[in-house]
């Protein structure tokens, strides 16, 4: 491990200050992706700001959104009654994340913030573009069956690993941010991860520097009838292989409202516009629903060890489509 300063911030601007003004300093919360990584130094900040004192810790429900502190633990969000009641598929998503003892530690904003779990990033003798840009990638011919097959690029074919991200792309939720001029912003879920491109290095909208500081969840019907359902390989502690957030509200038997994620398959949170296109106008059927995971992997490009997710996607889709949809007239 590389030597490195530790700086307890007293407030938002401090901590901001004491960041932007040094090229290889991080913010700290709860630290659980962030130590792994300088342990296999894959990162070496030179400075590491403590942000844990900070006024980001509290859940308000207010009339029209939920507003999410960036320092509230996962477990404490997962538990929340509005989170629970309104919110099910991202309760849902957070419980189904890592293990209780990480839960307990792992903050909102941390969530947001997770570094890709791919082997080759966390191999220093692996080439990956986006640990050392430029480098190529030997995730593309090498063991890939966790790889992504939506959102990839040449250059990088890294999963997004969050279940909370997946959940907040079908709830409209929106970052909001301090940055480092002291003005705010409001960044759209669906705005905040990017595309690698030939860019996978640059993994958020976020600026050095700037802070986020709450989520927020406008309150809809839609929220109440989402679910999140995920696959993998063993039951805790354990990455998705295809996961699937969705929402939606029927009437008549026709579905009205519709929101589709998925997660373990792309390279960031992937909403899919075109399932959502699909099941619309719809009736609540196994037709409907099949013809709606067509659509979502109908631009998948699978390597040699990861086709496998195409069809498990679809499946896990259409499950969480039947499961959310009973009894939703």
Not at 9 to 26: E, H, L, P, R, T
Not at 182 to 199: A, E, K, N, Q, V
Request: charged share 15%; with cysteine; glycine share 8%.
């Amino acid at each position: 491990m590389q030597p490195f300063s530790f700086v307890q911030a007293k407030n938002a601007s401090g901590a901001i200050g004491a960041v932007s003004d040094a090229a290889g300093a991080s913010f700290f919360a709860g630290g659980t992706t962030l130590l792994d990584l300088m342990k296999l130094d894959v990162i070496a900040p030179t400075r590491l700001v403590d942000i844990n004192n900070l006024p980001f810790s509290k859940i308000e429900v207010g009339s029209e959104r939920v507003t999410i502190g960036a320092n509230v633990r996962n477990s404490d969000l997962a538990s929340h009654p509005a989170i629970r009641q309104g919110f099910p598929a991202l309760s849902e998503a957070l419980l189904s994340g890592a293990s209780a003892q990480l839960r307990n530690m792992a903050t909102t904003a941390g969530n947001l913030m997770q570094r890709t779990r791919c082997s080759y990033f966390r191999d220093l003798s692996a080439r990956c573009n986006k640990r050392n840009p430029g480098a190529g990638c030997d995730a593309i011919s090498g063991v890939n069956k966790n790889h992504a097959v939506l959102g990839t690029s040449e250059q990088c074919i890294a999963t997004h690993p969050s279940d909370m991200c997946v959940a907040l792309v079908i709830l409209d939720a929106t970052v909001q941010t301090q940055l480092p001029d002291g003005t705010t912003r409001l960044i759209p879920i669906g705005d905040f991860h990017l595309m690698p491109g030939s860019t996978p290095h640059m993994e958020t909208a976020l600026e050095h520097g700037e802070l986020i500081t709450h989520i927020h969840l406008p309150i809809v019907s839609l929220a109440r009838r989402s679910h999140y359902l995920k696959v993998r390989d063993r039951a805790s502690y354990e990455f998705a292989l295809a996961s699937a957030a969705v929402a939606v509200t029927t009437e008549g038997g026709v579905i009205a409202e519709a929101r589709v994620g998925l997660g373990g398959i792309a390279t960031r949170p992937w909403r899919s516009l075109e399932a959502e296109t699909a099941l619309i106008g719809q009736p609540a059927s196994d037709a409907t629903f099949l013809a709606a995971a067509n659509a979502a992997l109908a631009g998948a490009r699978p390597q040699q060890h990861n086709a496998f997710k195409i069809g498990l996607a679809k499946e896990t889709l259409m499950i969480a489509l039947q499961q959310v949809t009973k009894g939703n007239n």
